[in-house]
């Protein structure tokens, strides 16, 4: 190709092109115009060229500026010099100005050190502590599983705030005494029995009806408890003669007392112990003359249980006497005395020309229950009281019993305050501080068959003082409902009270002394001599038998 003008002729080759036939763009690199070629990203920043400011000195903040994605490729068009710059100087001497980030470096960074130091520090005594906070934790839970062995079943809130003494047993362990046999109330939970409804084999005594005005009593109405003077009989067992002439009838005999000890044996906290007696084939149930076994416990399952000692009103032996007192005298209080009796088929069989005062009113039943193919039990059974309903006059037989107030600032509850309107969290504190005694009420009054069980609120008029009491309200329940209300399963108290039967049946004959632990939820059996726990009375009476066997043997 050629263009012509008025100064000359200029001449113009147009390069070869090459033709991609197979796609778009040039076959190959033309010898023009081979130069290396870097990969690059959308990503990558260009300017890189023109960039002057890295020569003089590295930036941190620029370091990484212009870095490709693709790697060590990036160095590619980095420029090398080829020849020694050994010789090379700067015409420029001025002391480059570095930028204010830099020039205290070293005083920044003696900072940086001096609160990584402290930091470190902060860490070892943060570690110091962890270290004693974990040893403290440990002592704790060391502590809270103790309190847990002596405590069982309860809320660790529960615990008692001061140390617990070694409580003592109920009778003396002699070292002579074997041990035959050993029961965890752990293992006592799961049991069950099921026993058919029982029957009635003689009614003696006799009851007076309940005055309905208490009833009405409240705080602002309350009444004052009165002292009876009546005669209570406490027969065991083997004394009763009503059971020596029913001894065909069964092969275990009791009384009601007794049951409801051994089926509520694992709500108990206090140590207790009685007598079995394995004559032949047959099993008695009884319990020692000089023992507390007929006194009632206060508070034994509160949080913190009674502590004073010696002659403090409030010593747990002092409470018991109290607290019996106050039950027997609310008991006979709130019948209408000397009005129209309801009379057994037998008189009172304990009722002698001895007794001095007036008998309290009482009506025993004796029952039998089949427990199996081969026991068969027979225990007396007690009422209080009888009442009528207002419809049809049927009448129903009752179980009275109190629950007394000592102190309110150690309840929590003050009884005066809360009872007329809150009777339902002072029913729960005595489910709570009481749990065992209540479950031997209910038992009693289930074994008796009783239609009603009537609780009486009595309490001191003086916290100082022992001897006055006031009757601030009464409240009745169905036995049957109340024993759902307090969690407690008759056929569990079955089966606890045939595993006990079916452990003192597989011994020799002989006589044995069931014991509670004073300070574990162990119940022990132990093997005793036959004449352990005699009285002087009887004693005598066995050896005025061998004088006269002699002077018999003598004169024959």
Not at 307 to 321: F, K, M, R, T
Not at 419 to 442: H, I, P, Y
Not at 447 to 470: E, N
Not at 539 to 554: C, L, R, Y
């Amino acid at each position: 190709m050629s263009l012509s003008s008025e100064s000359g002729t200029l001449s113009f080759s147009l390069p070869p092109i090459h033709s991609n036939e197979k796609g778009w763009g040039p076959c190959e690199k033309p010898i023009g115009f081979r130069v290396p070629y870097q990969q690059y990203s959308k990503s990558d920043k260009l300017g890189k060229v023109s960039d002057w400011t890295g020569n003089t000195y590295q930036e941190r903040r620029y370091m990484n500026r212009y870095n490709s994605q693709f790697g060590a490729g990036a160095t590619l068009f980095q420029y090398h010099h080829e020849e020694d710059e050994s010789s090379f100087q700067l015409v420029d001497t001025t002391r480059v100005q570095r930028p204010g980030y830099l020039r205290n470096r070293a005083r920044f960074q003696r900072t940086n050190n001096a609160r990584r130091d402290r930091e470190r520090r902060e860490e070892r005594k943060m570690e110091t502590l962890s270290k004693v906070q974990k040893g403290r934790d440990r002592d704790r839970m060391r502590l809270q599983r103790k309190w847990q062995k002596q405590w069982y079943g309860r809320r660790w809130n529960d615990q008692p705030k001061t140390q617990l003494k070694q409580r003592q047993a109920s009778v003396e362990i002699h070292p002579e005494w074997r041990c035959v046999h050993e029961i965890e109330f752990s293992q006592l939970s799961k049991l069950h029995f099921e026993v058919d409804a029982p029957e009635d084999l003689k009614l003696c005594g006799s009851l007076e009806y309940y005055d309905k005005s208490y009833d009405r009593v409240t705080t602002k109405h309350q009444r004052p408890l009165q002292g009876v003077t009546r005669v209570f009989h406490k027969v065991t067992s083997t004394d009763d003669p009503v059971i020596r002439k029913l001894s065909s009838e069964g092969n275990v005999f009791a009384t009601d007392a007794i049951l409801a000890c051994l089926m509520s044996c694992s709500r108990s906290v206090y140590s207790w112990d009685i007598i079995a007696q394995r004559v032949g084939s047959k099993l008695f149930l009884d319990k020692r003359d000089s023992s507390q076994f007929d006194l009632l416990t206060v508070s034994e399952t509160a949080t913190e249980p009674p502590q004073d000692e010696g002659s403090s009103i409030n010593a747990p032996a002092n409470l018991a006497l109290e607290a019996t007192f106050i039950n027997q005298n609310f008991s006979q209080q709130v019948l209408k005395r000397g009005g129209e009796r309801h009379q057994f088929d037998e008189p009172n069989p304990f009722v002698t020309e001895d007794d001095e005062g007036e008998v309290a009113s009482v009506g025993y039943r004796y029952r039998k229950w089949k427990l199996g193919d081969d026991i068969t039990l027979v225990a007396r059974c007690e009422h209080d009281a009888v009442s009528t309903t207002k419809p049809g006059g049927e009448l129903q037989y009752m179980s009275i019993k109190t629950l007394n107030e000592w102190d309110p600032k150690i309840s929590g509850v003050d009884w005066r305050q809360k009872l007329d309107n809150q009777r339902g969290a002072v029913l729960a504190t005595e489910l709570k501080n009481n749990s065992c005694k209540l479950a031997k009420w209910t038992l009693s009054a289930l074994l008796a068959g009783s239609d009603i069980i009537k609780f009486g609120y009595a309490s001191r008029v003086s916290p100082r003082d022992s001897s006055k009491h006031a009757i601030l309200g009464t409240q009745q329940f169905n036995p049957n409902e109340f024993a759902a209300q307090i969690t407690l399963d008759m056929s569990n108290c079955w089966g606890v009270l045939r595993v006990i039967i079916d452990a003192l049946m597989g011994l020799q004959g002989g006589k044995y002394l069931i014991v509670k632990d004073p300070n574990k939820p162990v119940m022990r059996i132990y093997s005793i001599p036959q004449n352990t726990f005699e009285s002087d009375g009887d004693e005598d009476d066995d050896s005025e038998e061998e004088e006269d066997e002699e002077e018999e043997e003598e004169a024959a």
